[in-house]
């Protein structure tokens, strides 16, 4: 413990190199911790703690490319065929992510209360919610049927929707990181290649709906995009064919 007075450049420099190099946090995260340093001595700046802001000129990481890429279909199906006769309790969480882009610290925070599975709606509350707000989440015919199959809507409203490594309902909440291994169980089983990555579901079903013409700002919606700018990032990715109508022009 020290006043803040005393800690100087270097100290931040230093932290920011052990989360990178020790720690093995990528450039994201210890770009985003340098972002809370830097506005956290703003506020002491402007309260008159501190005269200068020690972060002031401290450069960001570069940030690399995502190494997790879009799910092709065949593959897709494969995962989801394998899941539905293997583990269909973990096929409905990759649900959850596919169609309904939730992140897997959203998922264990839900509870059976939230899936409204009769009107096709998961409902996130605001303090389940990374972005801080209620969410209110379409449902897939199909992510319907499996939820009633497993028979969800029997079990206690208060119920976490996985509390174990059976992904079961239950009184206590899953540490999200299981999700993450229990993926990479998966690929290992399947051979698959480590860039499908378990977010690789959330990126696939943001191309896959602007693929099948559903306007950005729905999939905006559905993602819990801040803005349509982040859902237009995709776009690209979803227009991978020659469009017809300029393919056709004969002028």
């Known amino acids: 413990k020290c006043y803040v007075v005393n800690i100087t450049r270097k100290h931040v420099t230093d932290y920011l190199h052990y989360m990178y190099v020790e720690k093995g946090n990528g450039e994201k995260y210890v770009n985003n911790t340098l972002k809370f340093i830097s506005s956290f001595y703003n506020w002491l700046k402007d309260n008159g703690y501190i005269s200068v802001n020690i972060t002031t000129g401290i450069k960001k990481l570069k940030e690399q490319p995502k190494k997790r890429q879009i799910i092709p279909d065949d593959t897709l199906h494969l995962i989801f065929s394998h899941l539905q006769h293997t583990n269909p309790r973990y096929l409905?969480?990759?649900?959850?992510?596919?169609?309904?882009?939730?992140?897997?610290?959203?998922?264990?925070?839900?509870?059976?209360?939230?899936?409204?599975i009769d009107d096709g709606v998961v409902e996130v509350p605001p303090e389940s919610s990374k972005v801080g707000k209620l969410r209110k989440l379409t449902m897939p015919r199909r992510m319907q049927q499996l939820a009633r199959t497993l028979g969800l809507h029997a079990y206690d409203p208060d119920m976490y929707i996985i509390s174990n490594l059976r992904y079961e309902p239950g009184t206590t909440q899953l540490d999200s990181r299981y999700i993450a291994k229990t993926w990479a169980k998966l690929r290992n089983t399947l051979g698959l290649p480590a860039k499908y990555q378990f977010y690789s579901l959330k990126d696939t079903g943001i191309v896959k709906m602007l693929r099948s013409g559903i306007s950005p700002d729905k999939v905006r919606d559905q993602a819990g995009h801040s803005s349509l700018e982040m859902t237009n990032r995709y776009i690209i990715l979803a227009h991978n064919k020659a469009d017809d109508e300029i393919a056709n022009l004969d002028y």
């Not at 409905?92 to 899936?115: G, S, V």
Request: aromatic letters at 16%.
């Open 92 to 116: 409905f969480i990759c649900y959850l992510t596919y169609y309904t882009m939730l992140r897997p610290k959203e998922i264990t925070r839900l509870r059976i209360r939230d899936l409204h």
